[in-house]
């Protein structure tokens, strides 16, 4: 079974600037997160998706970060406009439904200049 | 704001000990609690999940769950030093609803 896939995996931007990060959930796996860790930290939830619907957005900065999960299977975040302190990996994971487990993607490693 | 305590460590125990790895939550509404491992410049993965008070044993890991005191523990025994990582505890709502995690605890495992 083919696991969380992310790209791109690493991503260097000046501040100011956007930038898109994809994921491709596990075949199945209606339930999507998005999450930011920054170094030293345990992940934090940005958003749930289950299927194409938000479950729960409320830590997300939404001045600058958006979302979205069209037809219910890959996702974009995307930060516009990017700040120093984004600097951070941006860590997919999807689950069935109603399980608690996740598994997590590989992370796309940001850095903002 | 709902949070996860842990101690960032570093915990480090020679080969062969138990570990003993400690966290605490703020949400008395958390159901599920998790451990999940995560090497340097790796993505996290599962190695405990428990939902009830008491113990839960696989393999080399012991979860114990505490509600009245919110707290979780992991042991791990006969530690190698393939063990040496970062611990995460995770706590969540009903079917991984709201999950939060904590800043983790470093585990060093010395040959």
């Known amino acids: 079974e083919a696991g969380v896939a992310q790209s791109p995996r690493y991503k260097i931007i000046e501040k100011r600037q956007s930038v898109a990060f994809w994921c491709n959930p596990i075949s199945g796996h209606a339930t999507l997160y998005w999450y930011q860790q920054i170094l030293g930290q345990g992940p934090k939830l940005l958003i749930q998706f289950q299927n194409n619907g938000v479950v729960d957005d409320s830590q997300l900065p939404k001045d600058r970060f958006s979302a979205e999960r069209l037809k219910g299977v890959d996702s974009t975040l995307k930060i516009q406009p990017a700040k120093l302190e984004d600097s951070a990996v941006y860590l997919c994971a999807s689950s069935v439904p109603g399980a608690d487990t996740q598994y997590f993607g590989p992370g796309t490693r940001l850095t903002v200049l | 704001q709902k949070e996860v305590e842990q101690n960032s460590g570093p915990l480090s125990v020679p080969e062969g000990a138990i570990a003993s790895l400690n966290c605490t939550y703020s949400d008395r509404g958390s159901q599920s609690f998790f451990w999940y491992r995560q090497y340097s410049g790796k993505s996290p993965e599962l190695i405990m999940s428990?939902?009830?008070?008491g113990d839960k044993e696989d393999g080399r890991f012991t979860a114990q769950l505490n509600k009245a005191s919110q707290y979780v523990s992991l042991l791990i025994r006969d530690s190698q030093p393939s063990d040496s990582a970062t611990y995460l505890c995770a706590a969540s709502l009903t079917g991984g609803f709201k999950t939060i995690f904590g800043a983790g605890t470093r585990l060093f495992v010395k040959a």
């Open positions: 428990i939902y009830s008070n």
